[in-house]
């Protein structure tokens, strides 16, 4: 079992800029694809990016197209989003989760295996 650890949120204002760190550790395993998903108190959990590691194929969000970027760093077993031009709207608890097989959609959270605890971001207006 991998664990990943979140890190990297906190209260911003709008138009400001976070970026969030998933860390892996635990067994040695390279995913298929990592993803970025979102809750809102009161609303389902969301996706917001993903990242494929066969040919590097990234996804996103509408809401969040322009704004986010998802990268990784093999070597480091890492994953980042970073978030620039952020809105209130964007507020949440943010958790990077790995799925380990291929197919289905990547807004699915159920298709994911391993997930971490989540990091609260915060944006005020």
């Known amino acids: 079992q991998v664990q990943l650890v979140e890190s990297g949120g906190g209260s911003v204002q709008a138009g400001g800029s976070l970026r969030l760190d998933c860390a892996a550790s635990?067994?040695?395993?390279?995913?298929?694809?990592m993803g970025w998903f979102r809750q809102a108190p009161g609303k389902e959990r969301e996706g917001v990016a993903a990242f494929y590691n066969s040919g590097d194929v990234t996804y996103y969000a509408d809401s969040v197209k322009g704004r986010f970027t998802i990268s990784q760093d093999n070597a480091k077993k890492a994953v980042y989003l970073q978030m620039d031009n952020l809105n209130p709207e964007d507020t949440a608890m943010y958790y990077c989760?790995?799925?380990?097989?291929?197919?289905?959609?990547?807004?699915?959270?159920?298709?994911?295996?391993?997930w971490g605890q989540g990091t609260q971001v915060t944006v005020s207006s």
């Open positions: 989760a790995a799925d380990l097989r291929h197919g289905g959609q990547w807004y699915d959270p159920d298709r994911y295996k391993d």
């Open positions: 635990g067994s040695t395993y390279i995913w298929t694809r």
